[in-house]
């Protein structure tokens, strides 16, 4: 989302690391046997950088929304590629279901462009949602999400639901599939913007002699389930497209952390407005085969952080704040840094 002028300046760092693992532990001694995990990753992060912007457009606009009224804030959602130094060609922001035409589509909680705006929790209907089948004899279970700004959701590397508006307006959506215990979901996440490969976006729009055309934007993810699974720092989230950065060198990897520390902060407005504008760097990471997959070990992956209301900047968006019954106490969540993150898997194993 973007920066936010009301956004307090004094604001402690939400991230709970006692509680997650005390959550963890806990968990892990109640745990039921899960499919068998391949091996961790513990090979050395392979970064590739990019300089610049996508040099080739691939998909003009992912966005479908038409303008319904006049305040509506619908921008261009495009796919481009990159070439990297190392000769890789990077689709950015990523490959996603939804350029693949892949299903099934969101069903709104709100969402302006379809017109679906409930006033309040009681105003929504889940009953036309339709539930996706993981396991036939499993669980339904009911889900609200809000991604800024996209999601792609598998469960048990089944695909459940795909964000049908990448970019904006601000959306959130219900989701509803049938699964056993213990069982894992994984959400592929992105923070687009208009300046595909410098990670920045155009804000506010339109753009005045007093704002700015490159402006670093920033992601988060917040979701409640209906058998209690709720986002936050038990999480694990893992960022693998870095950007606006003056040097690659301000990425510095610590095992699987791939962390930027010295560059202010990790929020809005702390972390660093570069001035490099088209010449900006971007650091990425291949991203796993099979990330969806209950399979996939990701011990050596970090904890996801948390994040307040405030430091993601929604304390004015409909699609989150008029529902605060349906997201009780879930955690907006990222990786490390929810300005220069720009691509984010995070996933969760409920046991
Ligand atoms: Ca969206
Ligand atoms: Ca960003």
């Given at each position: 989302m973007n920066g936010n002028t009301g956004r307090a300046l004094a604001r402690a760092r939400s991230i709970t690391f006692a509680l997650a693992a005390t959550a963890a532990l806990a968990a892990c001694q109640t745990a039921p046997v899960g499919p068998e995990l391949d091996a961790?990753?513990?090979?050395a992060p392979r970064r590739m950088v990019t300089q610049g912007r996508a040099t080739k457009v691939i998909v003009p606009n992912l966005t479908k929304c038409a303008f319904t009224h006049p305040k509506m804030n619908v921008r261009v959602a495009a796919v481009g590629e990159i070439t990297a130094t190392d000769g890789t060609v990077i689709t950015m922001p990523a490959v996603t279901a939804l350029q693949k035409g892949l299903g099934p589509s969101s069903h709104d909680l709100y969402n302006e462009c379809n017109q679906v705006t409930p006033k309040n929790s009681a105003e929504v209907s889940t009953a036309n949602v339709p539930v996706i089948d993981v396991d036939a004899d499993g669980e339904v279970i009911t889900g609200y999400i809000v991604a800024d700004n996209y999601y792609e959701m598998y469960v048990n590397g089944k695909l459940v639901s795909v964000d049908n508006t990448p970019y904006t307006p601000f959306n959130s959506s219900i989701v509803k599939f049938r699964v056993k215990r213990p069982y894992t979901m994984a959400f592929l996440l992105i923070d687009w913007d208009e300046h595909l490969g410098l990670g920045m976006e155009v804000f506010?729009?339109?753009?005045?002699?007093?704002?700015?055309?490159?402006y670093p934007g920033d992601g988060g993810l917040i979701a409640r389930f209906s058998d209690g699974t709720v986002t936050d720092g038990s999480w694990k989230a893992q960022t693998f497209y870095i950007a606006p950065l003056m040097d690659p060198k301000e990425v510095v990897e610590r095992g699987n952390v791939h962390d930027t520390p010295n560059l202010g902060g990790r929020v809005h407005p702390y972390a660093r407005r570069p001035a490099c504008e088209d010449k900006c760097y971007a650091v990425h990471y291949p991203i796993p085969a099979n990330w969806q997959s209950p399979r996939f070990n990701d011990t050596n992956w970090p904890r996801a952080w948390e994040f307040t209301d405030q430091e993601i900047g929604v304390t004015n968006l409909p699609a989150y704040t008029r529902y605060p019954e349906l997201f009780g106490d879930a955690r907006w969540i990222w990786s490390q840094n929810l300005v220069l993150d720009n691509v984010v898997i995070a996933r969760k194993t409920v046991r």
């Open positions: 961790a990753d513990t090979s506010p729009v339109p753009v005045t002699a007093n704002t700015s055309k490159f």
